[in-house]
């Protein structure tokens, strides 16, 4: 990959979990921006000052958590650009990646694309798909999809800038979108069909954790696994207790794992 010239200042907006993982891909490849912004909360003159002080030609931004205002787009002249993991317009929203998973979809990818007023609704400068094998937690697909969109970014910037791309438009009827998740998303119900469960564990590793209740207290579930159209639980933690694996959870209630299981139900 050819590095682009550095050679116009910009101003990059990103929090976690994505924002670092796109920084250090920019470090590597010496294409670091004038000044980085991780705080949501600043209103748009805070953030037009910003801009403005380094003298920026264009944005970045990269999971920033915060939708930007037409006032901050305008201090670059629209030319403001976002990392998004997914192949937009599907996946639209907060979080792509955990209903890539919870979906159980084949295929995801990332775009780069050119911010405008509405959320995740501007034209795509490039995007890249990637295969699911079906395993993957959300960190895991943070990490690849945004080293790839970075890629993305640093491969077509000097292009973008030049206005030597043909922006491609999204179309609403097309789109799909997420929301965000709270802390109830991840309760799990063993009842339900298990492939739908062990999604929803791998697509809540970290936040908000998948887990039910257990005599009154909360039992997250960290992994799980499926076998023979059955889910069995591989690593749990107990309220207030660290992290052990199902059977010795249930060996020190005095059950086999198979009869916990059934009385978790």
């Not at 200042?9 to 980085?36: D, T």
């Not at 996946?91 to 295929?107: C, M, S, T």
């Not at 890629?151 to 043909?166: K, M, P, S, T």
Request: charged share 25%.
């Amino acid at each position: 990959m050819m590095t682009p010239k550095n050679d116009i200042p910009f101003v990059f907006f990103g929090s976690p979990p994505i924002g670092p993982i796109a920084l250090r891909v920019l470090e590597q490849n010496k294409y670091m921006p004038a000044a980085i912004v991780t705080d949501t909360k600043l209103t748009t003159d805070e953030q037009v000052a910003i801009v403005e002080e380094n003298k920026a030609g264009f944005i970045l931004v990269v999971g920033y958590g915060a939708i930007l205002k037409q006032g901050l787009l305008d201090s670059v002249a629209g030319q403001a650009l976002n990392i998004h993991p997914s192949m937009l317009p599907l996946y639209r929203g907060p979080a792509p990646v955990v209903q890539a998973i919870l979906d159980g979809v084949k295929e995801t990818g990332v775009s780069l694309m050119q911010i405008d007023s509405k959320m995740d609704h501007g034209d795509i400068v490039a995007q890249e798909s990637h295969l699911l094998h079906g395993k993957e937690t959300p960190d895991e697909l943070y990490e690849l999809l945004t080293q790839k969109g970075a890629r993305l970014f640093l491969e077509n910037i000097d292009a973008y800038l030049n206005e030597e791309i043909d922006l491609i438009p999204q179309f609403d009827f097309e789109a799909t979108f997420t929301k965000f998740i709270t802390k109830e998303d991840g309760h799990i119900n063993l009842n339900d069909d298990p492939q739908t469960n062990e999604r929803k564990i791998r697509a809540y590793q970290g936040w908000p954790g998948a887990w039910l209740t257990c005599e009154g207290k909360r039992l997250i579930i960290h992994s799980a696994h499926l076998a023979e159209d059955k889910l069995w639980l591989d690593e749990v933690q107990p309220e207030s207790s660290k992290r052990m694996s199902f059977a010795a959870f249930a060996a020190g209630k005095r059950m086999k794992p198979e009869e916990l299981y059934e009385k978790l139900r």
